[in-house]
């Protein structure tokens, strides 16, 4: 049973347009959201994250939004620059996991962004 | 700089050698995680330690162990390989309590059985 899907295995862009990845989730006790980058050869990278409390985040090009009834995110980035090609992982963290701060990931959405 | 080291980047074993993947880091840091990412699949927690406490995962197979003899060392050892745990495994940690959540990832060892 996975908790938090990627249905998007791929998304292509036009370099200065907005990429939106999205983001579902099964799991209500869900408290804490993260969105990770990864380049080829390389560990995932922590990008920008959202708690529960909040709808939006916003960081630079990155802004993450948040809509609970729905049990869904998705992470915005605008404008999109040939350097953004990435695979980029949704992630969360579950109420009680604090100590350890356990995240169960999605399968990743490969982004493709073209100059 | 701060970060997280796994060694070696690429590790082939053979179909039932012992094998042991090494994470270090320089953070500090209070928790360290093992993940195994298939393919095209989300990474999936193995085990972690808080410190000297050891969690292991409802599903991570008894094949898998792990050892933390301090702060900056971890080990992931599989007793004894199959083709299936071809993979790429990664090592992260994170601080722990309520500023935990950010996990900080090594570079990965990708893990080929022959």
């Known amino acids: 049973d996975q908790q938090v899907k990627q249905n998007s295995p791929s998304l292509s862009v036009q370099e200065g347009r907005i990429s939106i990845l999205n983001c579902d989730y099964t799991n209500s006790m869900f408290d804490y959201f993260l969105w990770y980058k990864k380049y080829p050869a390389e560990g995932p990278t922590f990008l920008i994250s959202?708690?529960?409390?909040?709808d939006k985040n916003e960081d630079g090009r990155f802004t993450v939004f948040l809509n609970k009834s729905a049990k869904h995110l998705s992470l915005h980035i605008v404008p999109s620059q040939p350097g953004d090609s990435a695979v980029y992982f949704c992630a969360a963290s579950e109420k009680g996991s604090s100590n350890t701060g356990k995240l169960i990931f999605g399968q990743g959405t490969t982004l493709q962004v073209k100059p | 700089d701060a970060m997280v080291i796994q060694n070696p980047r690429y590790q082939v074993t053979q179909f039932g050698k012992p094998v042991t993947l090494s994470c270090s880091q320089t953070?500090?840091?209070?928790?360290m995680y093992w993940y195994q990412q298939k393919s095209s699949q989300a990474p999936k927690l193995l085990f972690h330690?808080?410190?000297?406490?050891?969690?292991n995962e409802a599903d991570t197979p008894d094949n898998f162990q792990s050892r933390r003899p301090n702060t900056s060392f971890c080990f992931l050892d599989i007793r004894s390989p199959g083709l299936g745990d071809a993979a790429m495994y990664l090592c992260?940690?994170?601080?722990?309590?309520?500023?935990?959540?950010?996990?900080?990832f090594g570079p990965g060892t990708r893990l080929t059985v022959t």
């Open positions: 992260a940690t994170s601080r722990g309590g309520l500023a935990g959540y950010e996990q900080y």
């Open positions: 330690y808080y410190d000297k406490d050891f969690n």
């Open positions: 959202i708690s529960s409390i909040k």
């Open positions: 953070l500090n840091h209070n928790v």
